[in-house]
């Protein structure tokens, strides 16, 4: 198999769970990490894995618990600790602290460890377009759109549609080989999202509220290189909040990618993968400013 294709394989959590995950290019460094948002599952880092891969990177994305091709919980108790304990311990699996990059909920949580966490478990963040307080109307934009058809798909054309209206800045209508990872076909025949619809019947999405203030105060812990990414249309994150996280962490960088929306990663993979790629670099250039030995393992 080619070293850059994705390698699927698995991991086990602490509660008995199975989380699918992808790696690419197995004996690269350094290695990334992707935590992918609420709702969404690994296939989201697909493009920007395979590239970063390319480049010498050793890229792992899975899918949380309850997404995708993960386990759900029985009974359906879904809590933000799980998943923050389940992102710490995937971060403990890695040869070396890895450089996380999360996008939403994937970024949260990867604050919460990162702040949390003595010694750090990351090598760095990359925060794709979320910040520790975010706009109210850009979430319950995305929990609108995730409740609206609780009796699913007749076919995978009726959820290409529903798609291609939540998102018309995207100029591809999504196939039906492009949606199979994101829809389970149920008994009656009908085409279901991926998720778990415990995650949004339990209180998992009230907690986010909650979590807030832990979230700023982890932030302000965060002592390991930081990149902000936003999208310049996003509706989650605004000047407001993103001048906040940047007076929290003021070592942070932040970029804004021209045209973009939350989907960051989906409506400009290009730039998006670039400023990843560019940010690696920088972190060998502080290394060996700090005094380090250069390393050939930051040229992705």
């Given amino acids: 198999m080619d070293q850059y294709q994705a390698h699927r394989t698995s991991f086990s959590t602490a509660d008995g769970l199975s989380l699918a995950m992808d790696v690419r290019h197995a004996t690269g460094t350094p290695t990334l990490l992707f935590a992918h948002g609420f709702g969404q599952t690994r296939g989201a880092w697909s493009a920007a894995a395979a590239t970063l891969a390319e480049r010498g990177c050793r890229c792992v994305s899975f899918d949380s618990r309850g997404h995708g091709e993960s386990d759900r919980m029985l009974g359906g108790d879904y809590h933000m600790q799980h998943f923050a304990d389940d992102l710490g311990a995937l971060a403990q699996a890695q040869p070396a602290p890895p450089i996380l990059v999360g996008a939403s909920m994937g970024g949260l949580l990867g604050l919460v460890v990162a702040g949390e966490a003595q010694p750090s478990l990351f090598r760095a963040l990359v925060l794709v377009d979320i910040t520790p307080r975010w706009e109210t109307a850009g979430v319950e934009r995305i929990l609108a759109f995730m409740q609206a058809h609780p009796d699913g798909f007749a076919g995978y054309a009726e959820a290409a549609d529903q798609i291609a209206a939540y998102l018309p800045q ?36 009230s907690e986010s509220e909650r979590y807030q203030p832990r979230l700023l105060v982890a932030a302000a812990n965060v002592q390991v290189p930081v990149l902000l990414l936003s ?59 700090a005094g380090a030995t250069p390393s050939s393992a930051m040229r992705c």
């Fill in 170 to 205: 995207r100029r591809e209508r999504k196939s039906e080989q492009q949606l199979r990872p994101l829809l389970r076909e149920g008994a009656d025949g009908r085409l279901r999202w991926h998720w778990d619809p415990a995650l949004l019947a339990g209180g998992l999405v």
């Fill in 231 to 289: 999208g310049e249309r996003s509706d989650v994150v605004s000047h407001r909040t993103v001048d906040e996280f940047l007076a929290l962490v003021p070592h942070a960088r932040h970029a804004q990618v021209p045209g973009a929306t939350h989907m960051l990663a989906g409506d400009a993979n290009d730039a998006f993968t670039a400023a990843i790629a560019g940010f690696i670099e920088s972190l060998e250039l502080v290394d060996v400013n």
